[in-house]
Nanobody, 130 residues
Framework: QVQLVESGGGLVQAGGSLRLSCAAS???????????MGWFRQAPGKEREFVAG????????NSAPSVKGRFNIPRDYARNTVYLEMNSLKPEDTAVYYC????????????????????WGQGTQVTVSS
């Protein structure tokens, strides 16, 4: 069982930056490296949507068109942590952000469908003011 805890959300002005962290516990013995990791977000009245993902080995990343070129998703295996680096933030980025782990991901593969993910964090609020 893996527990995911997000942190780093907050209020920021448009054009600013934030870095979200997602720490995985219960993933000892190199288990963290077996999971593809993803970030999703959900704004009020909208469905949860894929934001960015990184493969098990960290050699492949994917991001939604709406954030491509602005968001990065590095992962630190020593700290069992994945990050979401968000730059040039826009008011439409306002949402609750969730990290998730996909334990069945094939090497190099990143699934954008939330249903494929097995573990979820509790979410962290990001608010971008105009």
């Amino acid at each position: 069982q893996v527990q995911l805890v997000e942190s780093g959300g907050g209020l920021v002005q448009a054009g600013g930056s934030l870095r979200l962290s997602c720490a995985a516990s219960g993933a000892s013995g190199g288990t963290f490296s077996r999971y593809a990791m993803g970030w999703f977000r959900q704004a009020p009245g909208k469905e949860r949507e894929f934001v960015a993902g990184v493969s098990r080995g960290g050699d492949s990343t994917n991001s939604a068109p709406s954030v491509k070129g602005r968001f990065n998703i590095p992962r630190d295996y020593a700290r069992n942590t994945v990050y979401l680096e968000m730059n040039s933030l826009k008011p439409e980025d306002t949402a609750v952000y969730y990290c998730a782990a996909d334990r069945d991901a094939a090497l190099g593969n990143i699934i954008t469908n939330a249903r494929a993910y097995d573990y979820w964090g509790q979410g962290t609020q990001v608010t971008v003011s105009s």
